[in-house]
């Protein structure tokens, strides 16, 4: 789909802004969104540097009703009609012009009226011969002319239904088409001009229109004595042998290439068709087609699929679960497997990535790791890594030991925590390059917090508490980590986040200025190995790489105490009840 739009109300006043603004309006065909397409893009460069280009676009009953494989006979009806239209209006933003045929009776005239208004066309043209009405361009056929002063009624009654005073009901001539003479027509402009036309269109089929010319000079004496100008409108479809200056200087405003698509696509099908049943192959086609990959990019195809590719990268994206470490306190097992309510704490993690859609998960195990392997296999979708080095380095090593699965992005959560999936989603979906989960109710928290907290500071302070309709905020950081004071702090981080691929890139690129250089390279670590997450998130925000935090209040908890588990086993309880 194309993604630029206009509003239908400036769309309809673009003619006559055109217009007064250059006098001149050049109008190509179209009889589908595809062509609309073509007619709204096309462009060349003029000599001095601007850009010469359609200005409007006429939806033709000839080539709507051709497309069709059917007649220009009155056949096709307006409902169809308003369908094409409307295909051309979604893709293209360009005034459209439409080709209103006879118009019909007064009322089907007023109905024509108010449904192009209503989505934006700028202009409809009448012709003034009576229903059913037989195409202008071939001579041979009856061409027989509507009584001026019905058809005047028809013009009132259609600008009386108008609700914009730019929306523009031009009058058709048809009286050199029906062989009447220059003098029928303008008797039957003035009758128009005084019913309140805003447009005379003079159409002929002749190569060599000089009666047209004729009517185009006394046009302008007729005007003057009448105290108007409507503009004046040209087809010049068999007297194209006069270019578009040469037409605006005898007087037209307006000058529409009436069938050229239609005519051009015809040609080009039945061409490429003969080639392929002599070739009994589409191979020797392919010189003089357009590439299927012009075809997609023409008509946003692209855009759908990368948005696809975004999507589908997001589910592929891993969640990796630093699970090496020791819990101070539940110390018999990898944090991963304490039990709650006779489950590991992996289980209800994965469970819950799982209902974001998410695949793949990746645990960097260390401290007591085989006793994974009484509890999960590892299949596609669950992966182990080994942090043989676990008492000697820290949740960024082991992060970074997945660095081959994070290419594309990742998320990460404390092997120790149980969350919603709700919040894993809102930090995939956040936008960000990196964000983290944050929390500000730690204050509040019935238990003694003891041991020290992740805090962060951020740039504004969210009242997570306050009652609010929109969703939480995301805000940057300022600072992270476990030596800021709690005074100082606005909220605790959750462990829980999320690193595109260009925060991946940064975090890499930083990982690799620091390892191998030694101890005191970190701040607050001992050393670069025994570094943790937030130790290297803190130094790139240090370097000014923006990271976020995604407000959190519920939906979370750790568990490194006897405690925990209790509060989490009877919550768990009262979720199934
Ligand atoms: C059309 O394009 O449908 C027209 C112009 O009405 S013409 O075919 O020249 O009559
Ligand atoms: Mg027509």
């Known amino acids: 789909m194309n993604t630029y739009r206009v509003n239908p109300t400036d769309r309809l006043s673009a003619l006559k802004r055109t217009?007064?603004?250059?006098?001149?309006?050049?109008?190509?065909?179209?009889?589908?969104?595809?062509s609309g397409i073509v007619a709204e893009r096309s462009q060349i460069n003029e000599s001095d540097g601007s850009i010469r280009e359609f200005n409007a676009i006429w939806e033709s009953s000839l080539t709507d009703s051709a497309t069709k494989g059917l007649p220009d006979a009155s056949i096709v009806g307006t409902e169809s009609r308003i369908h094409t239209i409307n295909e051309i209006l979604q893709v293209t933003t360009k005034p459209l012009i439409v080709d209103g045929d006879t118009g019909g009776e007064i009322a089907q005239?007023?109905?024509?009226?108010?449904?192009l208004e209503r989505i934006g066309v700028s202009a409809v043209i009448i012709e003034d011969k009576v229903f059913p009405k037989r195409n202008s361009l071939d001579a041979s056929a009856s061409q027989e002319l509507e009584d001026p002063d019905r058809f005047a009624a028809k013009i009132s009654a259609g600008k009386s239904a108008t609700v914009s005073p730019d929306f523009m009901i031009i009058s058709r001539l048809e009286s050199l088409i029906a062989g009447h003479g220059v003098d029928d027509a303008l008797?039957?402009?003035?009758?128009?001009?005084?019913a309140g036309t805003d447009g005379i269109m003079i159409h002929s089929n002749k190569s060599q229109p000089d009666d047209l010319f004729k009517f185009v000079e006394k046009y302008e004496a007729l005007c003057n004595r009448l105290g108007k100008r409507p503009v004046l409108v040209g087809v010049p479809t068999t007297y194209n042998q006069y270019k578009e200056p040469e037409l605006a200087s005898l007087g037209f405003n307006i000058v529409i290439h009436a069938n050229h698509q239609l005519r051009a696509s015809y040609k080009a099908m039945q061409a490429t068709a003969k080639l392929i049943l002599e070739s009994q192959s589409s191979e020797e086609a392919d010189a003089s087609i357009a590439s299927v990959k012009e075809v997609f990019s023409v008509v946003g195809f692209d855009r759908v699929v990368s948005d696809d590719r975004e999507r589908s990268q997001i589910l592929n994206l891993p969640v990796i679960i630093p699970a090496a470490g020791k819990d101070p306190v539940l110390t018999d097992v990898p944090k991963s497997l304490i039990n709650i309510a006779g489950r590991p704490v992996l289980d209800y993690q994965r469970e819950m990535i799982a209902k974001t859609g998410i695949k793949k998960v990746t645990v960097v195990r260390g401290h007591n790791g085989k006793q994974f392997d009484a509890y999960y296999k590892k299949d596609d979708d669950l992966d182990f890594l080994e942090n043989k080095n676990y008492e000697e380095s820290g949740s960024l090593y082991s992060l970074l030991l997945a660095r081959e699965q994070m290419v594309h992005g990742f998320a990460f959560v404390y092997s120790d925590i149980l969350f919603r999936s709700d919040i894993l989603q809102r930090l995939i979906n956040s936008g960000k390059d990196i964000v983290l989960g944050i929390d500000n109710t730690y204050r509040h928290h019935r238990h003694e917090i003891d041991k020290k907290l992740d805090l962060v500071v951020t740039q504004q302070d969210i009242d997570f508490r306050l009652r609010r309709l929109a969703p939480l905020e995301l805000t940057q950081l300022v600072s992270i980590g476990k030596n800021i004071d709690i005074e100082?702090?606005?909220?605790?981080?959750?462990?829980?986040?999320?690193?595109?691929?260009?925060?991946?890139e940064a975090l890499v690129r930083t990982y690799e200025d620091f390892a191998g250089k030694g101890k005191g390279v970190f701040h607050e670590s001992a050393s670069f190995e025994m570094a943790s997450i937030t130790d290297m998130i803190q130094e790139l925000i240090r370097r000014g790489f923006p990271v976020h935090g995604l407000g959190v209040t519920q939906g979370w908890m750790e568990i490194h105490t006897n405690q925990d588990i209790e509060i989490a086993e009877s919550e768990l309880a009262d979720s199934l009840n």
Request: glycine share 10%; net charge negative; hydrophobic share 45%.
């Open 187 to 194: 008797r039957r402009a003035e009758i128009y001009i005084n």
């Open 488 to 504: 100082n702090a606005d909220s605790e981080f959750i462990g829980m986040g999320y690193f595109s691929a260009k925060g991946v």
């Open 19 to 34: 217009l007064d603004a250059q006098g001149f309006v050049r109008a190509l065909e179209a009889h589908s969104g595809l």
């Open 109 to 115: 005239f007023e109905f024509m009226v108010s449904s």
